[in-house]
């Protein structure tokens, strides 16, 4: 459209260094032209009586701020003084306090919602906080408009709590960090841009959705950046400048563009799960382990079973492993040791039954769920014990996962041996990569007074070899054996990505390979297991 974008500042605590921010705004302007506007996040005023000094000579006058700076409201007791109430004004030239919350609309359309001071844990609210009404009174005017799709930006001083879900990680103590009146706020109010400051340091999340990929229409990203405070010690980023056009202006295909980067909204499984209202609730990590003993509903998974739960939308670190006890620390989410982000995994082109995130998942079959992978009972299983091994993220074959994928599920099959073995049964792995979208390593165990041998002392596949007898029942010909590989050969090396395969593992760390030609029978593996075992 054309529209001239405004070039905006963002600061974070000036805490009465005001000389200091408006120099380097000075500096700043020289360098790339004038900005339209300086919005101030935190305490901008200082209580030491150098700070008050210094601000008596911008409102005498004396001095004058280089840009249209819009300030919040004390985020401390100490401050409150500077504000003569709680409406918005101007303070000096060129200074204005927006006021305790509200919704300030620029000449060019921009639209800013603000909610000064800190969550107010007592009643009545004190001047510097807010009070969950003053939210109330933010958020309901503008969601009522149907038209309603979200703020430019929003200014707070607190931080979201847990805004830091499924991305990089903050260098503060996540636990004490924010409150999710904050996060409710940002969630419902979807700003493009949400400034926070007042815990010293700077953070720039990577940005995140603000729809449910493949159930609601595509909407525009959020981002949040934590500034700190003006001249610190640490010369950690206090300013943050860039470049926006007011989404009333804007294409709506240009708005809900999708970076790269994106990630999952932080909130949006705090919010469905109704733990928002108490940062201290944390999910039990007993959430996702299956109780065994119960019936399963029949149908099979992978061909028409229907998603009937939401799925947990996110890479669930909160997690425990039942079966894998080496693991060194519970993973919490509020944590501060996440590793960093991992490469985002291929997206899947439509619905996936197997993809974590996807609404398809059937979440009462999850057992448990790691940082690559996660295991699930199979659904219209054959035994109670049969399971399935699948990465998070959308890959079609173990060809395609990274080293780090696939050393987690190493450590998974090996938790399912185990598992087996603990019932007196061998386990076999297969893995069929042919006609299936989303890899599945499935798992099942095999009694052993059943088997004519010993799997492990069986002769090289000699024709009563339960798992190659198998395969004449289906189709005759020298091409269908399956083909023993060295132990330590890698898959990648004999199929390359694409190749359609059948692969098994069994407990004694053979390995059975089978390239697909056509006509394969989809449920050999399971065949296998019913006829032979
Ligand atoms: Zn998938």
Known sequence: MGEKPLKILACGDVEGSINAVFNRVRTIQKKSGQFDLLLCVGNFFGSSPGAQAEWQEYKSGAKKAPIHTYILGAASQETLRYF??????????????????????GASGLQIAYVSGREGQQDPTPAHCFSPKDLTQLVEPLISNNQFRGVDILLTSQWPRGVWQYANSPEVNTKFCGTTSISHLAY????????AAVEGVHYERLPYRNHVVLQENTQHVSRFIALATVNNPEKRKYLYAFNIIPMKSMEASELVKQPQDVTESPYSRMVRENTLSDPTVQEPASQ??????????????GQG????????DGDGQNQGQPWDSDRQSQRLPFDLDRPKQPRRPPQPSGPCWFCLASPQVEKHLVISIGTHCYLAL?????????VLVLPIGHYQSVVELSSEVVKELDRYKMAVRTF?????????????????????IQGQPAQIQRLPHSLTSLPRYKTDS????????YRAGAEQELMEIPQHTDL??????????????????????YRIQKNFPLQFGRYVHTHHI
């Open 84 to 105: 003569p109430s709680a409406d918005g004004c101007e303070l000096a030239d060129n200074i204005t306090y927006l006021g305790r919350r509200g919704v300030f609309t």
């Open 188 to 195: 419902k109010l979807k700003p493009r841009y949400h400034f």
């Open 288 to 301: 996702f382990f299956f109780d065994l003993g119960k019936k399963q509903r029949g149908g099979g998974r």
């Open 305 to 312: 079973g229907r998603g009937r739960k939401r799925p947990s």
């Open 378 to 386: 199979a659904k219209g299983s054959l035994t109670p014990q049969h």
């Open 420 to 440: 087996y073995k603990s019932k007196g049964q061998r386990c076999v792995l297969f893995e069929r990569n042919y006609h299936s979208q989303h890899l599945q």
């Open 466 to 473: 339960p798992l190659r007898a198998s395969l004449p029942r």
């Open 492 to 513: 990648k090396q004999i199929a390359p990505p694409g190749t359609p395969y059948f692969y098994v593992e069994l407990d004694s760390g053979e390995k059975l390979f």
